[in-house]
């Protein structure tokens, strides 16, 4: 790592971007320090600004021998001790203090090893630091530098922009140092280079540089890949790939509208949560194995299911039992970014909020699973069994479901201003199958939405 000399510029540009995969802000020395220091070194390195608080506001910092001395010794008493480089802003009073990628990783300081993770510290379990060990002779992916590329001449600026924007980041004159501390590159021998992860946010025409780094979504006939309907290979950057395959979906699932008491304007409802899908989306955008070049992020969509897969199982150092409740990161750096622009809340929570908006809107639990691909399946609510395929039993399903309409229309002749909690009570279903049966009836013209949602009534037409 170059230790890079910190201009006044760069600085107003780093308080403004805050913390970050290789950024990380203290307003004094504390016990913590060392933590931060092998963090650092075990990942890719980075910065730490001390005099500087929580809310990116220079607090200054004493510039005395014995805090100099301190922060060495912090460094010095890591196993196998951290090397540093200490800078001093003398006009701001801050000492920023340069980690450079360990060479003897992985470092540990008396709480333990930790490793960088998004914005933050994150301790290392026992299971972590084996898969650490026996895969530090692999390079991650996105930090490698794409030496054959010219990045002034790949960058697409109204992409950089448009990330900026989600950000909350001004656009600055020195795109250099804001892609240097955005994490989308590096220098190596006094030229700056984009990384990977700055190659699939910021380039023009990112799949025509990297292979199989497309999504490739696909509507199928049936529940089989026999018969194709619509096919879509999307070649955008990350954020558009995400974007465009949540369109995919909402072109070809479910939908239903509602109006209600806050607005005239209709709701639309996908049969399936937005937010679930979105998580998944971006899930295998994120976490997916690049190195692998035979695959692709996949969105497939069939008559009774969707499946989202991307290479790569499950990454190492995370048990099975982990899954869901921690995380561990593939791709940090491409990470890092998704969490600046607000495509991911927190590190380490898609998953359990993929759970949590199937169940509120009680649809079927996704199943998950795991081998050289990670696949994410979502049962579709509106799956009905052609009748060709149809068991007798199955058949008797039908039968009965015809019978669970007429009574929800006798009711509704009785009483016509029925809430779905109360008709889900009377008929053994669940909201979710009230309001799928609803939209049926609608969709047939048997019945009509007389005012509000609340405080409306439903009137049921003649056959």
């Not at 006044?8 to 307003?27: D, I």
């Not at 006939?221 to 999307?234: F, N, Q, V």
């Not at 692709?296 to 290479?311: A, K, L, S, T």
Request: aromatic share 8%; charged share 30%; hydrophobic share 35%.
């Amino acid at each position: 790592m170059i230790h890079r000399k910190t201009t006044p510029e760069e600085l107003a540009l780093v308080l403004e971007e805050g913390e970050g995969y290789t950024l990380e802000f203290k307003q004094n020395i504390n016990a913590d320090l060392s933590r931060e220091l092998v963090a650092f070194a075990n990942a890719s390195g980075g910065r730490i600004f001390i005099g500087v608080d929580d809310n990116n506001r220079v607090v200054g910092c004493d510039f005395s021998n014995e805090l100099f001395s301190k922060i060495e010794t912090m460094a010095a008493s890591c196993d196998p001790p951290v090397a540093i480089f200490i800078e001093k802003l003398l006009d701001q009073k801050i000492l920023v203090t340069h980690v450079p990628e360990g060479a003897n990783r992985p470092h540990r300081c008396t709480k333990g090893f930790y490793l960088r993770n998004g914005a933050s510290s994150q301790k290392m379990s026992t299971a972590d630091i084996t898969a650490f060990i026996r895969s530090e002779g692999r390079v991650r992916f996105d930090q490698q530098l794409r030496l054959d590329l010219d990045w002034e001449t790949v960058l697409d600026h109204s992409r950089l922009e448009h990330f900026l924007s989600l950000s909350g980041i001004t656009q600055r004159s020195d795109t250099k140092n804001l892609l240097l501390n955005l994490g989308a590159g590096d220098v190596k021998n006094n030229r700056f280079y984009l990384n990977q992860t700055g190659m699939l946010f910021f380039a023009k025409d990112p799949a025509s540089r990297q292979p199989f780094v497309n999504v490739v979504c696909a509507l199928f006939k049936g529940t089989a890949k026999a018969y194709i309907l619509d096919r879509k290979e999307l070649s955008g950057n990350i954020l558009e790939n995400v974007e465009e395959a949540l369109l995919f979906l909402k072109k070809h699932l479910q939908l239903r509208w509602e109006i209600t008491k806050d607005s005239a304007r209709r709701k639309e409802i996908l049969e399936l949560p937005e937010v679930a899908l979105r998580e998944a989306v971006i899930n295998a955008v994120c976490h997916r194995d690049y190195f692998e070049q035979g695959a692709q992020v996949m969105v497939e969509i069939f008559d009774d299911r969707v499946e989202i897969h991307n290479p790569g199982g499950l990454p190492k150092g995370l048990p099975e039992k982990d899954f869901g409740k921690r995380s561990v990161c593939r791709n940090p750096n491409i990470a890092a970014l998704l969490l600046r622009c607000d495509y991911i809340e927190k590190m380490g929570t898609g998953i359990e909020r993929i759970y949590e908006a199937l169940k509120k809107e009680n649809c079927p639990p996704v199943k998950i699973e795991y081998t050289t691909l990670f696949s994410l399946v979502f049962p579709r609510p509106s799956y009905i069994t052609p009748w060709e395929t149809r068991k007798p039993r199955e058949k008797t399903r039908e039968m009965s479901r015809g019978k669970t309409r007429e009574k929800i229309l006798a009711l509704l002749r009785k009483t016509p201003d029925m809430t779905t909690a109360q008709l889900a009570e009377q008929t053994g279903l669940t909201p979710k199958g009230i309001e799928w049966q609803m939209a049926q009836l609608k969709g047939k013209g048997l019945i009509e939405r007389i005012g509000p949602a609340r405080g409306g009534s439903w009137k049921v037409k003649k056959n």
